[in-house]
């Protein structure tokens, strides 16, 4: 037996099973678990209040990462591929915040969109504009949560400015010997040379916006000047379950609420369209030729 | 490889199997633990979520154990909250004691004995429970088992700033509803472009200890009916007490106490709007007493009771109760010790005015409050008269870590936005909420 059988045995195959068997139990992480059958399925799509409201932040946090942060991302590499002089420092900064830890990054974006003493709201104040609530408005809590996405969205840009650089210029030579603009060069050439790992960067995007998770609870907890990122829970997802994501309530079912059968059963969905997403990239992929076929 | 992968899920499966009928460690069950004799050299291991100062006031009382059980060292480990405690106990390397500063828990740990069964030890070392208020002996026991015993508490009051007291021309802290509404009026301030410059309390629900457990008590606001079933729909409290905070807000208007909520400095922090003078009233805790000291000393303030409802002029005097616990979890390795240190720490006057002096709570008995070695001071002292006051009381225990705090401060935090105007069917339908996520627990 090759040792990756073993790790993919007991880092993986074994956990999911575990958690496909216990989201058919009762199971207080202390007591020994109960079978309940589909009960706590059941519950996740009839009685729980939670629920819907944590998928449809979390879808929103998908869609509005996915795009915002492959597109700006790919921005942000076209122009960095463009650069001769000072290349590695202005890659150096666009890369920087990706090394931020996600609670420091958190803690310093409700600080600069603090509506009262924030930096943004006082700049934004110069020009006339009244400030905005920002994380304490449940209208822009996960617009800000998205700014802030993009904010360390580095590793993307470096694998898509990889990807750029890549671009054989004979065909950029051609397609202008033959008349093509820029925006028929881009269209024609550089995205689907990229794609491959446009592909990549859609559903890396997609995966980060199914996890969202620290970002979230830190900036709940401090916009909400409570300082109780965890304890009672009442405060998660402020302002007004806004900012409640799915791997979030999930937590707090299975770690505050001793449900974690009922935890187990949120983890399978999460799961369950983690994995439709992963398919579709594994195809994609194998379309597009970067893998080889088995 | 197709051959390998059924082999291995087989042996996982067989791995899942195994692990979901082991029980882990056994509890001590009946048969009580002996007290350790003086020659038995035992190293008890003792957990909590204390850091800095506050580890250091809990090595320090600790240390006062050593001292009287030469025989018994101590290994005090701190940072250790609620879930490491339970991952500890489900893998069996679980303390000896563990004390949790989240009595929210205590329905689970005792439900699912991951707390071990206090009684036989309290029966067999007649431990007088009678000094310890009914209120604080609520929170720590659930359903009848007492799994838990109390180390400190916390209680509520109504902190006041003199200065602008003085300003408005008042002369006493309010003691009802009524009067705070209207005291509150009288002290707000506006900026010229209308906004908050001084609020005189801020009613927001979720802002700073505005929260519901706080608030409830002073309604007569019942969490759940005798039936133990969830009350918020049929308690006239809960409407009386939505129906005040909601005039209350239309006074500020919605969006100007969110503009100042939002500004305003943190719960814990030196910028707190009440130590900066923009708060007029509010409703904290015995421990902003030590926060106001040591960040804002030269703040001219009181302490007084929480108001209440008009109509529970009667009840003035008490408020919610909380605090820590301390237990012997599950698999522990020197029970005996462990309720011979539970015992001193929380019956005992030395220890318990030595950690409420270093943590600047509240000691948990009635003697211990009452000793001249307490450190108090004017602002203190209501709070030491909160605790022992009849009136006070606790949150019910659930086994579900107290869910029902989210759900009703969902519903709170809707209302106050406007999210929802029937007032009657939303309490209801948090009440069906409540009880459905009860129902997640097994039979």
């Known amino acids: 037996m090759s040792p990756w059988i073993i790790g993919f045995g007991v880092f993986f195959v074994y956990p999911l099973l ?25 519950f996740m799509f009839t009685s729980d209040p939670l629920v819907w409201t944590a998928i449809r932040n979390t879808t929103y946090l998908v869609v509005a990462i996915t795009i915002g942060r492959v597109g700006y991302a790919l921005a942000s590499a076209m122009v960095l591929s463009k650069v001769r002089r000072g290349s590695g420092v202005f890659r150096t900064l666009f890369y920087l915040p990706a090394l931020a830890p996600p609670v420091a990054a958190a803690l310093a974006f409700v600080f600069l969109f603090n509506p009262g ?70 269209w024609h050439i550089t995205l689907p040379t990229i794609a491959p790992v446009l592909t990549f960067a859609v559903i890396n995007s997609i995966i980060v916006g199914l996890q969202y998770f620290t970002e979230a609870v830190v900036a709940g907890a401090v916009a909400s000047g409570s300082s109780d990122a965890v304890g009672s829970g009442t405060q998660l997802g402020y302002p007004d379950n806004s900012t409640l994501t799915f791997p979030m309530w999930l937590y707090q079912q299975g770690f505050h609420y001793y449900n974690m059968g009922y935890a187990s059963t949120m983890a399978i969905v999460l799961f369950i369209v983690s994995a439709i997403f992963t398919v579709i990239l594994v195809r994609q992929l194998r379309k597009s030729g970067m893998t080889e076929e088995d | 490889m197709q051959k390998i992968l059924p082999v291995a899920a087989l042996g996982v499966a067989a791995l899942i199997a195994l692990s979901a009928c082991s029980s882990g460690p056994s509890a001590t069950g009946s048969k009580l633990a002996p007290l350790p004799k003086s020659s038995d050299k035992i190293t008890l291991t003792v957990w909590s979520g204390f850091t800095d100062s506050d580890l250091a006031a809990l090595n320090t009382t600790l240390a006062g154990f050593h001292t009287l059980h030469p025989n018994i060292t101590i290994t005090s480990e701190g940072s250790q909250d609620d879930d490491k405690i339970s991952q500890a106990i489900r893998g069996g390397t679980a303390p000896d004691v563990a004390i949790s500063g989240n009595a929210n828990a205590l329905g689970q740990y005792c439900s699912s004995g991951a707390f071990q069964d206090l009684a036989g030890y309290i029966s067999r070392d007649k431990v007088d429970l009678s000094q310890i208020p009914l209120a604080v002996q609520k929170f720590t026991s659930y359903k009848g088992i007492r799994c838990a015993m109390p180390l400190l508490a916390d209680d509520y009051g109504l902190y006041y700033n003199k200065e602008l007291f003085a300003k ?242 969902d519903f709170a935090v809707k209302w106050q936005t406007g999210g929802t105007t029937d007032l009657s069917a939303g309490l209801s339908a948090a009440d069906s909420e409540i009880t459905s996520a009860l129902a997640l627990k097994a039979p």
């Not at chain 2, 700073?208 to 608030?215: E, F, G, H, P, Q």
């Open chain 1, 18 to 42: 575990a958690t496909v068997f216990l989201s058919f139990t009762s199971y207080d992480l202390i007591s020994d678990p109960i079978w309940v059958g589909v009960k706590n399925y059941v």
């Open chain 1, 117 to 186: 003493t924030g930096p943004v709201n006082q700049v934004l104040g110069w020009f006339g504009i009244k400030g905005l609530l920002w994380f304490n408005d449940p209208l822009l809590a996960k617009p800000a949560l998205t700014v802030l996405a993009l904010w360390a969205s580095g590793e993307i840009m470096v694998i898509l400015l990889a990807a750029l650089l890549d671009v054989p210029t004979e065909y950029y030579e051609a397609a202008a010997l033959d008349g093509a603009g820029s925006f028929t060069r881009f």
């Open chain 2, 168 to 409: 408005a021309g008042i002369t006493s802290p309010p003691k009802t509803m009524s009067e705070l509404a209207k005291d509150a009026k009288k002290l707000t301030e506006l900026n010229t472009d209308g906004s908050i410059k001084v609020a005189g309390f801020v009613p927001t629900i979720g802002f700073y200890n505005n929260r519901l457990d706080v608030w409830a008590p002073q309604w007569g606001a019942a969490w759940q009916s005798s039936a133990g079933k969830s009350s918020l729909g049929t308690s006239s409290g809960w409407t009386d007490m939505f129906a005040w905070q909601k005039s209350l807000t239309e006074f500020y208007g919605a969006d100007k106490l969110t503009a100042f909520t939002s500004a305003a400095g943190q719960k814990y922090s030196a910028d707190n709007s009440f130590q900066t003078g923009q708060i007029a009233m509010m409703f904290d805790g015995e421990f902003r007493t030590g926060f106001v000291d040591s960040q804002a000393p030269n703040l001219k303030y009181g302490t007084a009771p929480l108001p209440v409802a008009d109509k529970l002029s009667a009840h003035y005097g008490g408020s919610d109760i909380g605090g820590n616990i301390i237990g012997i979890p599950k698999g522990a390795q020197h029970t005996g010790a462990a309720w011979q240190l539970i015992k001193y720490m929380s019956t005992q006057t030395a220890p318990l005015v030595t950690l409420a002096n270093g943590l600047k709570n509240i000691p948990t008995t009635l003697d211990a409050i009452k000793s001249p070695d307490l450190v108090s001071s004017a602002n203190f002292a209501p709070f030491l008269r909160i605790f022992a006051n009849p009136n006070s009381s606790s949150l019910p225990s659930t086994p579900n870590g107290g869910a029902f705090l989210k759900t009703a401060t």
